[in-house]
């Protein structure tokens, strides 16, 4: 049996106007993977990840995650993957713990109990559990936008930033806890605009500037030829801007 | 920072937040469509004078205002909380006092001033725009259009300011406000047992319309300098100083419901209403005061007209204003907290559904209440009808023009029309009807199938729309 592909984005293209966040950009994700998209502030990341979870349609092209058309079957996606939006944005009067319930119920899971206490006490935040989501801090609220889209043990998650307002110390766990989730089988997609991450912990990266794939491949091959990923991304990023 | 830079930001804000909702011409164009609904209200008069004495509409009108002014009122404070959830709390004004060294009373004095002149200007001058158009076509004096718009601007700034004053009250403590209500009720229940309820004691810039004299004048403005004054004086914002805890309601909430099916959204909604800034104290302001207006309004109004049921009337009433406690249940949501989750528009919207009937026995119980104890009972059961289809019916008009966000499309001058439009006849047919027989306002029992059906498509509209900018 050949490799399973979890993502496969065929000439995605997203129009807001006149601008054109997302630029007919084609990849694949197979099982298994960590998948790290890169770009600026603004190059279209957050558009492509809500493009692929059905979130938005796409203008033109189309994508298949799971196996499924994101845009025709949104609610089949997304029940199938796990997201972390951009925005952190947990209903604000529900506590974090009457909120992973929420999630869970209209996942239909069971076992609620077990699954909150394991992500409460792997990014160590249970004494939170009964404080509304809007007194909490943002990073807390990372933690739990986490604990949402891993609460049932999904085999892609694609994330927005997993980083972002998390401490040293978490940034740490979460790290750890990525990569044993794709030795496990899973498969992570995530944007960053923070190299370090990427060159720490992908297998894989893309480079989207302006909306355009610039480039995508495997990270060894990059550092192998004996360059650092942020001398790439900025020959990269700048060519593109000068062209 | 000085109160009238205060003000002009707030304004600038104020614009800017709707207008970027629904492009500016939408929202330019709210003003016009008042006013060009107030030209035909009043082309329309001559038509109704004999069962309806222009009297007895100046009053509805006056009346009105005041409840709007209430309304506008209790939704800028209390809807602060949700226009900062959508929009970011330090990108507005009103917080300013956070990050920057400005008072709060500061702030908020330019908050009264910025909602007096802009909802002045958008409700009040198109109002009385649109019926001096009429004058000349229904043989009335133009300069009582210039009239009209003094007395509705009082209206309006009675209730902002009562409200307001109201507030405060229930920011420094609950049980100052329970008892200045309770004192409140209690002296009206006497000026009423006494038979010294007048109109000009309720409503004295309706007075003032009547006979435009130093006097009324001078009790409007004192009723409404006065409470505005001791508001801003004494106002408190409270910082939410201290983290509250709460041990997992939505799996026991969710538990009772269980049987109406999404249980737990509508726990969550239970939840959002009940833990929400003001809490108990948001449905007092925008609930039961514009009830108590509307019923007090009413026994005035019985006076002109004899052959009116106040509570058939105040039924069909209590069903548009309780439509309103859907734009609380939707006030907390956004899709956006949805999105990234299995779940569709639709299925949002119905657990809404489902709240909202639950909510319903609320207006139901007041409805009981004034029955009991206005001896109306022999009309009850019609005006239980005309109550529940009225509601549903308003309901599913809001459902169908706005989906998931009420509080901010009907600022949009098309949808606010066909809002308009789409309740205001069906509303007037039924007090008319009811004021030849009580019994016509089972003829409100039609509406269900409209409702039903808007409903339906409402469902389905919604579930294709994004909502931009979310
Ligand atoms: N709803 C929208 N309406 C109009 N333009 C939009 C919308 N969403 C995104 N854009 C535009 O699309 C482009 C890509 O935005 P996107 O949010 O995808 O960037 P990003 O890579 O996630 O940036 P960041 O690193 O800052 O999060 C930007 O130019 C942005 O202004
Ligand atoms: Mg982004």
């Keep these: 049996m050949g490799v399973r592909q979890m993502i496969e984005a065929d000439s995605l293209t997203k129009e807001y106007g006149n601008v054109t966040a997302v630029n007919r950009v084609s990849f694949t994700v197979t099982e298994g993977e960590l998948f790290g998209l890169l770009g600026p502030n603004g190059s279209g990341k957050t558009t492509m990840i809500r493009m692929l979870t059905g979130q938005i349609p796409p203008t033109s092209g189309s994508a298949r995650v799971m196996g499924l058309d994101a845009a025709k079957d949104p609610i089949g996606v997304r029940g199938l993957v796990g997201i972390i939006p951009e925005q952190e944005t947990p209903p604000s009067f529900l506590t974090a713990e009457e909120y992973l319930r929420f999630v869970a119920r209209i996942r239909s899971l069971d076992d609620v109990d077990e699954r909150c206490d394991r992500w409460f006490d792997l990014l160590e935040f249970g004494d939170k559990r009964n404080v509304l989501c809007k007194d909490l801090s943002r990073g807390t609220r990372q933690k739990l936008m986490f604990s949402q889209a891993f609460l049932h043990e999904p085999e892609l998650a694609l994330i927005d930033e997993p980083l972002i307002n998390l401490d040293p110390i978490m940034q740490r766990t979460v790290k750890d806890f990525l990569r044993e989730y794709v030795q496990g089988g899973g498969t992570v997609f995530f944007s960053t605009h923070i190299l370090e991450i990427a060159e720490e912990i992908c297998d894989r990266i893309g480079v989207i500037h302006n909306g355009r794939l610039l480039h995508a491949g495997q990270l060894e091959d990059l550092i192998g030829s004996g360059r650092h990923l942020e001398s790439f991304f900025l020959d990269l990023v700048r060519g593109d801007a000068g062209a | ?470």
């Design chain 2, 1 to 470: 920072m000085p109160v009238p830079d205060l003000f002009c930001a707030m304004m600038k804000e104020e614009w800017r937040m709707h207008s970027t909702i629904f492009g500016s011409l939408g929202f330019a164009l709210f003003p016009a469509v008042i006013a060009v609904f107030a030209l035909l209200g009043s082309l329309t008069l001559p038509l109704f004078a004999d069962v309806l004495p222009y009297d007895a509409v100046a009053l509805f009108a006056h009346a009105l205002f005041l409840l709007m002014g209430v309304m506008v009122g209790s939704f800028g404070l209390m809807g602060r909380e949700f226009m900062n959830r959508r929009f970011g709390q330090a990108s507005l004004v009103a917080y300013a006092s956070r990050s920057l060294p400005v008072s709060e009373r500061r702030i908020f004095a330019a908050f009264l001033v910025k909602d007096t002149v802009y909802y002045i200007l958008l409700y009040v001058l198109p109002f009385a725009a649109g019926f001096a158009a009429a004058t000349p076509f229904i043989g009335l004096d133009p300069g009582l259009a210039v009239l009209a718009f003094v007395s509705l601007a009082l209206a309006f700034l009675l209730g902002l300011s009562a409200v307001c004053f109201l507030s405060t009250l229930y920011a420094r403590s609950v049980a100052l406000l329970a008892g200045t209500a309770a004192g409140l009720a209690v002296l009206a229940l006497a000026a009423f047992r006494l038979g010294a309820i007048t109109v000009s004691a309720v409503l004295p810039p309706y007075a003032f319309f009547l006979d435009p004299a130093v006097e009324p004048l001078a009790i409007s403005l004192l009723l409404i300098l006065v409470p505005a004054a001791a508001s801003v004086l004494f106002v408190t914002v409270d910082y939410p100083d201290r983290t509250k805890r709460f041990k997992n309601s939505l799996d026991p909430l969710a538990e009772r419901v269980r049987t109406l099916g999404s249980a737990h959204f509508i726990a969550k909604d239970a939840l959002d209403l009940l833990r929400s800034e003001g809490g108990a104290g948001k449905v007092i302001f925008s609930f039961l005061f514009p009830l108590g207006l509307v019923w007090v309004c009413l026994r005035v109004l019985i006076r002109f007209i004899p052959g009116i049921d106040p509570l058939v009337v105040f039924s069909a009433l209590l069903g548009v204003i309780s439509a309103t406690i859907y734009n609380w249940l939707t006030e907390f949501d956004s899709f956006t907290s949805y999105a990234f989750l299995p779940v569709e528009v639709s299925e949002v919207i119905d657990a809404k559904l489902k709240s909202y009937a639950l909510a319903n026995l609320l207006p139901l119980g007041v409805l009981v209440l004034a029955a009991a104890t206005s001896g109306g009972a022999g009309t009850f059961i019609p005006a239980l009808a005309a109550f529940a289809s009225v509601s549903a019916y308003t309901l599913a008009v809001t459902v169908y023009l706005t989906g998931l966000h009420p509080n901010v499309m009907l600022y949009h001058a098309w949808v606010f029309l066909r809002y308009l439009l789409a309740i205001s006849p069906a509303l007037l047919l039924l007090i008319f009807a009811s004021i030849l027989d009580p019994l016509y306002a089972f003829g409100s029992l039609l509406l269900i199938l409209p409702a039903a059906l808007l409903l339906s498509r409402g469902r389905t509209r919604w579930q294709a729309w994004e909502m931009p900018g979310y």
